[in-house]
Structure formats: structure tokens, C-alpha cells
């Protein structure tokens, strides 16, 4: 019967790329665009890497732009990233460029997946994994499961790192400050006592994460700006995709070097 082929076909392919994907080199939380760069960059790299997104649709702020205008501006420093992922722009002014954010969000999850990230929607990251002093995996949830307060055990999934990509609220930061006692130093960045964020911002908003703030965990996009102290950037995305390549670059560095 074709009806028990398709719900065969589902659970079944289904089931094989969540058994692939309990162990992994990089576990990113948050699909906004900074998250989605990294994992295709990451992927790239043949790195297995796998991106947990809370809502239906990944994608972040970006789907939106700005008060639901469907364009966003990005930064001439980022075109080269918008170049790689056959996205369309066009030349504003001062060096900035406009995208339809409709089309950049499909751009950017059509290549990361295609590059060999999977991505799993409606996960929501309740807790991290923590071995040796180190971030090493992350305790996921489905979505609905939290939002209706159901009390349904989590699975774990291993990670030699683990990059927040959940915006402002820098979710996964604040769960390794809360259970190890840690303070968010938001003034200079980083963990009070461990190692610091780097954030630059100029008149520009060019954000970039690319240090650990604490070992295992990195952070990319808006993030490592609410990490770092920094105000909400609004609907300019180079930072964004900037930060997430930045990110995926520093640890294939690490993971690469013997």
C-alpha cells in the first residue's frame, strides 16, 4: 500500500539522519543567517555538522528584513559570502548592496544543505553536555514538547564544539554561565575567567566572533554582539554572514591542526 511506503520512507530516512548525526564535529544552535553560513562553510570543510533550529521555517530574522519589508542591506565587506552563495544584489549607495531576504534565506539553506550540513527544525537546545571542563554536545528537545511544558526526557547529542547562534538572548552562553557559575562579562565579552569574545563595531556593524568563550563554545552572528554588549544591529546582514564564515574558519583551524 502506498500509504504505509510513504510513512515507511519517512520514519525510516528519518531515523538514519538522526542516528548520523548523534555524534559531531560541530553542533550549531540557533538557523538564523550567521548559523546557516558557518554550516555550510563547516560542511564544506568535511567537517560533519549539524544546525538545530527551534521554529518551522530556519532562517532567523532574515525571512522578515526589516517590519516585514522583504529586502535587507549588506555590507560591501560581505559580498564576497553573497557572491558564493548565488545570491542576488544590487549596488545601493556608500559601498552597501540590497538582497531580497526572501531569496537569501532560501540561497543560504539550499547550499549549506547541499555542502553537507543537516539541518533539524523544530529542535529546541535545553541544556549543553558537559565532560572535562568543556562544552561537548548539546540536550535537545522537540519544540512543542517545551512550549506545552510536557515532561518528555531530551535526547543528547555529542560535539567537539558547539556554536551559539540564537541571537540576542545568546541562549547556549547563558546555559554554561548558569550551570558552572560563570558570569557573562558584557562589557569586554566572553566568560568572566576564561577566554574573551573578540567584537569589533564601527560605523559600519561589522560583527565578528571568532574566539571560544568558554572551551567548546563559540558564538557567531547576534550572539556574539549581546555577549559582547552590543546593541541590536538591525536589518543589516553582512555582519551576520561575516561572523558565521569567521567562526567556521577558526574552528576547522582548530579541529584541522594535530
Not at 565587506?77 to 548592496?97: H, M, Q, W
Not at 567537539?160 to 557559575?181: F, L, P, Y
Amino acid at each position: 500500500m502506498i500509504e504505509t511506503q510513504v510513512s515507511k520512507g519517512i520514519i525510516s530516512t528519518y531515523y538514519e539522519k538522526l542516528e548520523k548525526n548523534l555524534n559531531l564535529d560541530v553542533a550549531i544552535v540557533g538557523g538564523g543567517p550567521s548559523g546557516i553560513v558557518a554550516a555550510y562553510y563547516l560542511a564544506k570543510a568535511g567537517l560533519r555538522v549539524a544546525l538545530f533550529d527551534r521554529k518551522l521555517s530556519p532562517g532567523g530574522g532574515l525571512w522578515g528584513g526589516a517590519m516585514m519589508f522583504n529586502q535587507a542591506v549588506i555590507q560591501e565587506e560581505a559580498i564576497s559570502i553573497v557572491r558564493e552563495f548565488g545570491i542576488n544584489f544590487k549596488p545601493y549607495e556608500d559601498s552597501l548592496y540590497t538582497i531580497d531576504t526572501v531569496e537569501s534565506t532560501a540561497g543560504l539553506l539550499y547550499h549549506a544543505v547541499h555542502a553537507g550540513a543537516t539541518v533539524f527544525n523544530c529542535y529546541s537546545v535545553e541544556d549543553v553536555v558537559y565532560k572535562n571542563n568543556r562544552v561537548s554536545g548539546v540536550v535537545v528537545n522537540w519544540t512543542p514538547v517545551l512550549r506545552e511544558g510536557m515532561h518528555v526526557d531530551p535526547l543528547n547529542i555529542r560535539a567537539k564544539c558547539v556554536i551559539d547562534g540564537t541571537g540576542h538572548d545568546s541562549e547556549v552562553c547563558q546555559t554554561v554561565a548558569r550551570k558552572n557559575g560563570a558570569r557573562l562579562n558584557t562589557v569586554t565579552g566572553g566568560v568572566v575567567g576564561e577566554r574573551s569574545l573578540d567584537v569589533t563595531e564601527g560605523e559600519r556593524q561589522v560583527v565578528e566572533g571568532t574566539k571560544e568563550i568558554y572551551p567548546g563554545l563559540w558564538v557567531c552572528g547576534m550572539a556574539s554582539s549581546a555577549v559582547g554588549g552590543t546593541p541590536r544591529m538591525g536589518p543589516i546582514f553582512g555582519g551576520m554572514l561575516m561572523s558565521g564564515k569567521k567562526v567556521a574558519d577558526s574552528i576547522i583551524e582548530q579541529l584541522k591542526t594535530p
